[in-house]
């Protein structure tokens, strides 16, 4: 009997968001551990697992042999570059950086009607959120979810309009988490620290002073 693959808890989160039965694309799948459960568990009959490097996708094959999967195909391709829009409707991007990010889906330039992006940024999730607001997307669903001592963001987004949303939701949270109040105390931290510093910029100052304030009002501090 072959094995059923586990997924960790950040994983896990990322691959509950592909709805049953969508066309998925995972970019950037290195180890293939995604495309493999939604195939094992029957959520897609069909996954694309690419990677920008070789090795990667090498160990995606892998993972599909080890756990005796059919039905994903492997391509070799700089972010969205080698998969059409029609071959996908729900596109995971997860475990890199929201700078890659943005550069992945700007560079793609797809019409997203119609399609699920599930991002998972390991940094920058300000800017990877400006970036969707300012591109005709919005969160629909955002999960914080803590692994090893560290959280992680997985969101959601389709198409849609809606104004950018204020500074502590961009920065913080939807909601309010442990992660919110840490930053609370680092940009406080930051503050005072800006405040004994000779030539402060007045600029960074006046942001700083405005999260602060955003996040007291937004989780209601
Ligand atoms: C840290 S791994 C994340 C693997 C998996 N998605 C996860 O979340 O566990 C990042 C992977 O993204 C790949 N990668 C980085 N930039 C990429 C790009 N522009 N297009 C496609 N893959 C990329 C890397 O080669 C690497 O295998």
Do not use: C, E, N
């Given at each position: 009997m072959t094995e059923l693959i586990r997924l960790t808890p950040r994983l896990l989160a990322v691959g509950e968001?592909?709805?049953?039965?969508a066309r998925a694309a995972d970019v950037g799948?290195?180890?293939g551990y995604l495309p493999v459960w939604l195939r094992q568990r029957g959520v897609c009959e069909h996954v694309i697992a690419s990677d920008i490097a070789p090795g990667p996708l090498e160990a995606a094959r892998a993972s599909a042999r080890r756990y005796g999967v059919t039905g994903v195909e492997f391509r070799l391709c700089p972010g969205l570059e080698g998969i059409r829009p029609r071959e996908a409707d729900a596109v995971v991007i997860a475990g890199m950086s929201g700078e890659t990010m943005v550069s992945i889906l700007e560079s793609a330039g797809?019409?997203?009607?119609g399609k699920r992006l599930i991002l998972q940024p390991m940094t920058k999730r300000a800017e990877l959120l400006t970036w969707l607001y300012g591109h005709g997307l919005l969160v629909r669903e955002e999960k914080p979810v803590s692994e090893r001592n560290r959280l992680y963001w997985v969101f959601l987004a389709e198409t849609g309009e809606a104004p950018l949303p204020r500074p502590a939701h961009l920065w913080a949270g939807f909601t309010e988490t442990a992660y919110a109040h840490r930053l609370y105390r680092q940009l406080e931290r930051s503050l005072a620290g800006m405040g004994k510093a000779r030539q402060p910029d007045p600029a960074e100052l006046r942001r700083t002073e405005e999260l602060l304030e955003d996040m007291k009002d937004a989780y209601g501090w």
């Open positions: 968001l592909v709805p049953p039965g799948t290195d180890h797809w019409d997203w009607t």
